[in-house]
């Protein structure tokens, strides 16, 4: 899915600073904020801690997820016979490249639950993402239990996290998954009012559990043993029948990397078909949009010709993180040289990125990328990277 030409350098003051819940009176969620009718939100009181306890939720008729294994409509399985849905929260990470590699060399393509904070830390990484095939979803901004949240803020969160995506691959996401599986009733309703479908996941029996290694709780090996245990049962008992499922994991360090390197080979020893979470769904159409309006080609005042006035960003890392900055395309892209030849040639080196993402994706199945959707979309690039280095 081309949905992006490269990212370019956007200076990250432009966004909220990451790890902390937005601020609600910028002018920018003031907009937002206006465009959404939040009036018939549930009265639910806001819980407290983050994740709150599960004894202190305070109204216990709140549909709450994680407490009280109540799902409402959100999405917890795959619904086919087989199916492994792939997903991995919290990054982009230092460790991500290693993992998108390790993704490739097994032609298994996953989706991706991704904060908001970290994407414009690292939008080149949620580029390649695009690029290999994956699916790309919201895990919000700063990672705050949303139930503790209020409606202004979740929406805030929300937002900033969606427009950092969209300006980076050039499409609005549709799926979101709760920090700690922390939603209830009135966060729901939220959500929904923004486009999202909400995802959580299997339950304890397919939480991979590899959050707990980081705090001793628990080693890599045992997080393997355990899980290899649940794929087994999953295929032999009779719960095998019932559909697939969505597993837990994380995308944050060499250890949950560890684990994902184990596990995911022994699925596919177990002939499990393992599949990014809108392709299991049958969503031919993984995005809230195609190619946002932002990024069309419009005619210039200046010119006869059509130009792109934005296109997908990178965001420089100005912001006071300790995230380690990685070598990637942003760099690239940052000292892109102005000479027309140097220009036309990484004109035909994007053109070739297209390409190789058009064979990634075709790859990642028609269900997920439905192929009349995506050549128009591949196209659609092809046609604006001409039109920029023309
Ligand atoms: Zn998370």
């Not at 929406?155 to 427009?163: G, L, Q």
Request: glycine share 6%; with cysteine; hydrophobic share 35%.
């Amino acid at each position: 899915m081309a949905g992006a030409s490269a990212p370019q350098v956007r200076p990250a003051t432009l966004y909220p600073p990451p790890g902390s819940v937005p601020p609600t009176n910028s002018s920018e969620v003031q907009h937002w904020l206006k465009e959404l009718d939040l009036s018939g939100a549930p009265d639910i009181c806001l819980n407290q801690g983050n994740p709150p306890q599960c004894d202190s939720i305070v109204d216990p008729n709140s549909c709450h997820w994680s407490c009280h294994n109540c799902a409402a409509d959100d999405v917890v399985a795959c619904p086919d016979l087989n199916i492994w849905g792939l997903s991995f929260d919290d990054g982009p990470t230092n460790i991500t490249p290693d993992l998108l590699e390790f993704l490739q060399e097994h032609q298994v393509r996953a989706s991706f639950f991704l904060i908001g904070g970290n994407v414009v830390l690292r939008p080149d990484i949620v580029y390649e993402m695009l690029t290999q095939g994956h699916h790309i979803a919201s895990h919000t901004w700063s990672h705050k239990a949303l139930t503790t949240l209020t409606n202004e803020e979740i929406v805030a969160e929300v937002k900033w996290t969606e427009k950092a995506i969209e300006d980076t691959i050039g499409y609005r996401v549709k799926y979101l998954r709760p920090p700690y599986g922390d939603i209830d009733d009135r966060v729901r309703f939220v959500l929904k009012k923004m486009g999202y479908i909400v995802v959580d996941w299997g339950g304890d029996t397919f939480d991979v559990q590899d959050w707990r290694i980081s705090g001793g709780q628990v080693t890599p090996s045992q997080v393997i043993i355990n899980f290899e245990a649940a794929l087994d049962t999953h295929v032999e008992s009779h719960s095998y029948s019932r559909g697939g499922f969505i597993s837990l994991e994380h995308d944050v360090t060499v250890d949950t990397f560890a684990v994902a390197k184990e596990l995911i080979p022994y699925g596919l020893s177990k002939k499990i078909d393992i599949q990014p979470i809108a392709k299991c769904l049958h969503d031919a159409h993984p995005y809230q949009t195609t190619l946002s309006a932002e990024h069309m080609p419009v005619k210039s005042n200046n010119s006869s010709v059509n130009r792109v006035t934005h296109r997908p960003t990178i965001i420089t890392t100005t912001t006071t993180s300790t995230a380690t900055p990685i070598k990637s395309l942003a760099t690239v892209q940052a000292h892109k040289s102005k000479n027309s030849t140097q220009e036309r040639a990484e004109s035909d080196r994007m053109a070739a990125k297209i390409a190789r993402s058009a064979s990634a994706i075709s790859s990642a199945g028609a269900a997920d990328y439905d192929p009349v959707t995506w050549l128009g979309a591949a196209l659609g690039s092809l046609l604006t990277m001409a039109m920029v280095w023309m």
